[in-house]
């Protein structure tokens, strides 16, 4: 059975996150949010109930640690996995109280603020004025609202540990970063790739965190190559 390209949003994201990628790949389709989910594990269980029956699985953010749930779930399902602009630490020391000030900021003030204090720094400088790439960032996220953003943070709060499962991943990996992602940095990714077996890293200079929305021909040349590789067993 041949496989679909399938991606995976982070927070507050959507489908709309990766317009670029669904529109220049083929048998492509994108999970169109999370909503009110609290569960990582969760998220990845819808992710096996309404995606393909065998995935090249590309996660951006929050859904890379979505994709890795879903690999520990099926891994036969998954024939090729890429992480791009994540992370695979568990909680960190004053994560939980940064992520639920900008909770209480929505609470208090709106959705709008929540947003507008969170997202600028996601996006590297020069695209943080730029309102062909901001604007709609915006809007989605805003869209998406202070409920939902409750609730994922929830989920990424009580992630499961997954630094041991990455030695045991098999098909082929891409881990990809913009080179000027302040959230989770170029070094992160580098020690991420060299914990799994043959995995590839890219480094995409001039892209924050938004890395699909800011450098989406740079991306969607890594993931031609990724698309391009072997499966092994």
């Known amino acids: 059975m041949s496989q679909t390209l399938c991606f995976l949003p982070g927070l507050l994201c959507d489908a709309r996150v990766f317009s670029e990628q ?3 790949f083929d048998r492509s389709s994108a999970i169109d949010g999370f909503g009110a989910r609290t569960s990582l594990i969760d998220m990845a269980r819808h992710v096996l109930e309404s995606g393909p029956e065998r995935m090249a699985l590309l996660g951006h953010s929050m859904g890379a640690r979505v994709a890795l749930e879903v690999y520990r779930l099926a891994p036969e399902r998954v024939d090729r996995l890429a992480l791009v602009s994540t992370g695979v630490h568990s909680l960190q020391p004053g994560e939980a109280d940064k992520r639920h000030a900008l909770r209480d900021l929505g609470v208090e003030q709106g959705a709008e603020a929540l947003v507008d204090q969170w997202l600028p720094p996601m996006l590297s400088p020069p695209h943080r004025d730029d309102p062909a790439i901001m604007a709609p960032l915006r809007a989605m996220c805003i869209e998406s609202g202070v409920a939902v953003y409750t609730a994922q943070i929830t989920a990424l709060i009580d992630r499961p540990e997954v630094e041991t499962l990455l030695p045991s991943i098999k098909c082929p990996v891409l881990v990809a970063v913009g080179g000027e992602d302040v959230w989770s940095p170029p070094a992160q990714h580098a020690a991420i790739a060299q914990a799994i ?3 590839t890293l890219t480094v995409v200079p001039g892209a924050g965190h938004m890395l699909p929305v ?8 890594a993931i031609a190559v990724w698309l391009a590789q072997p499966t092994r067993h």
């Open 197 to 199: 077996p043959h995995a």
């Open 22 to 24: 669904l529109r220049h």
């Open 214 to 221: 800011e450098q989406p021909d740079a991306l969607n040349a």
